[in-house]
Structures are given as C-alpha cells and as structure tokens.
C-alpha cells in the first residue's frame, strides 16, 4: 500500500517497469524540466514519480493504454484510488505533478487536452512553519560540541543557514569563492540555478572564517570540491541528510520538544526578520521566492504583535 510517504526507491523496486512508450515520454519529460525549465535533480525525480504511480496503477489493472490516449476516466479512477491510501496534502501534488506532465504533452503537441484539466485539487489548507525563538535558536548552536573540526563546522553551518535564511541543498553547494565578505554579501544558488546575493552579517562571517582558518585548512580536500565550502571528514561535500542528522541530534541533546529540519531555521530568519519591521519584498528577495505570494506564508504572527503595528504604523491610530 502507497503512503504519503513513501520511499522512491522502495517503490520502484516493487513496482513493474512502464511500458516502452510510457518510458520514452517520461525520459522526454525529464529533459525538458532539466533543460528548459532547470529544475533540480530531487524536483524532476519527485515529478516522474508522480507519473511512475499511474504507471504501476495502470498496469496492475491491467490496462493497456498510453500516454496519448489515456482518457480523463481512467485518470479519475487513479485519483480516486491513490485517495484512499494518501492524505489530502499528497493526494495535492500528485495532481499538480501530473498535470505538469500532461501540460507538457499538450505543449509538445502530442495532446489535445489535459485529461486532469477538470479534476480539482483537494483543500490541504496552509500549513505554517514551525519556528524558533532567538533563544532556542541560541541554545541550539549553543550545544555544538566545540572539542571537535566538526564541531567548528556544524556552528559555521548553522550560523549561516540561520544568518543568511539558506535551503540546506543551498548551504551543501555553497562556494568558497561565493564569499563576498568585503562587499557583506554571499551569492546562492537557488532553486532552477537562479542566482542572488543574500547579505551576511559580521557575526556570521566571523564563524565562516574560524572554520575555514582553523579546520577547513587541515583537510585533505578531494579532487572537485576545492571550492566547496563546508566539507565532511572526507574532504567532499556533505549531504543534506547529513545537516538533517546534525540539526535534529542537537534538538534533541537539549530536549526541544518540536519537530524540526534545517528548513526550521530559515523560517526562523524570515519570520524574525518580519517581526523586527523588515517587509515582506525585502525577505522575498533574500529568501529567492519567484513569487511573494510563497512569503506570505511567514506572516502567521500573535495579535499582539499586528496591534503592534497597527498602533505604530497606521495613520489614524489615535
């Protein structure tokens, strides 16, 4: 049985192979959000997989029918069955990642229509972020052990994520020659290869400095990450998995009692930053949201706090 949360692997193993003309379209598919669109690796894996489900559905209902010509029926019933296996959030993307795909056939002119065009997409309603205080936030990076290299480089690592408001695939690839610390900015690398300069305080170029001078200068750096800046003890870039693993050790060495990923602390920095009369547009460019509507989701702050503002702000407060 399917799960929201489902391993990608686990799932491919026991699933059967597409058909030959399902494979030669996905496999197009996948060129075109690599190229065109520039989408990552992780994003055009979770895009197939949404297309490998129908593929499994179909072929264990044994129905013979392709890309081309699978009709919106047969596309209801797949929604319907993956309805009862998945909550609504899931049920969510694997609409849009197949409508996606499906757009694409329209776009290449190999159909006329999308046949999840009139399938609605179920209300998930919006999930807020969970966030850190200044203090746990503190704390956290507080409970690094120091005594090791790595120490140094976990308290750089989050010190950055949390001072620069970083994705963790953003913190994993970051440069060494991406530091422009003279000028008080880094330059990311976003989501589709899109690039901007994100400004970074002194606080947190002084521990990016400690690490590189007092570590990162004794690794034996392997060939091809020279210019990476956050290594493993192996001299290559580290995983994400690896930041999750740091981040959730240290929540719980000081008994955090919330459920939290290195995405919490680049919540944590929008959020902090909104609360400290930052706007919006600011936290949108620094973040590398395309669209403001994505930052939106940062303004979940107490009544007090828009008291706060109303009282200050608006003209006819008194």
């Known amino acids: ?22 494979s030669s379209y996905i496999k197009n598919y996948q060129s075109y959000l690599k190229i065109e669109r520039g989408l990552s690796t992780n994003t055009i894996d979770n895009y197939s997989f949404d297309v490998e489900r129908l593929c499994l559905f179909l072929d264990q209902n044994q129905m013979d029918v392709s890309p081309i010509h699978i009709s919106e029926e047969v596309v209801q019933q797949f929604i319907y069955h993956v309805s009862k296996q998945v909550n609504a959030r899931s049920q969510a993307r694997i609409i849009s990642g197949l409508k996606s795909f499906f757009n694409y056939l329209v776009f290449e002119d190999y159909r006329n229509n999308n046949p999840l065009e009139l399938i609605e997409t179920p209300k998930t309603g919006r999930k807020l972020p969970d966030t850190l205080s200044l203090e746990e936030i503190d704390a956290l990076i507080n409970a690094v052990d120091l005594s090791s290299n790595e120490g140094e480089r976990n308290r750089a690592m ?32 976003g989501k589709g290869n899109k690039q901007r300069f994100v400004p970074i305080g002194h606080h947190t ?8 001078e007092n570590v990162r200068s004794h690794v034996l750096v392997k060939k091809g990450f020279e210019d990476t800046l956050f290594l493993n003890r192996r001299g290559s870039q580290l995983t994400r998995a690896m930041i999750f693993t740091i981040i959730k050790d240290l929540a719980t060495k000081i008994n955090l009692n919330k459920t939290i990923s290195p995405h919490t602390l680049r919540h944590s920095f929008a959020t902090h930053l909104l609360e400290n009369g930052a706007d919006l547009r600011s936290i949108q460019l620094m973040l590398g949201h395309e669209s403001i509507t994505t930052t939106e989701i940062y303004v979940h702050l107490d009544r007090k706090f828009l008291t706060e503002v109303m009282n200050t702000y608006h003209p006819r407060k008194d």
């Open 1 to 22: 049985m399917l799960s929201g949360t489902i391993d990608r692997a686990s799932f491919l193993k026991n699933a059967f192979l597409c058909e030959v003309n399902w």
């Open 158 to 189: 989050l010190e950055t994520l949390y001072g620069c408001g970083l994705r963790v695939s953003e913190l994993v690839s970051l440069k060494i020659s991406d530091l422009f610390f003279e000028e008080g900015f880094v330059k990311i690398t």
């Open 205 to 212: 170029q002084k521990y990016i400095q400690l690490y590189k």
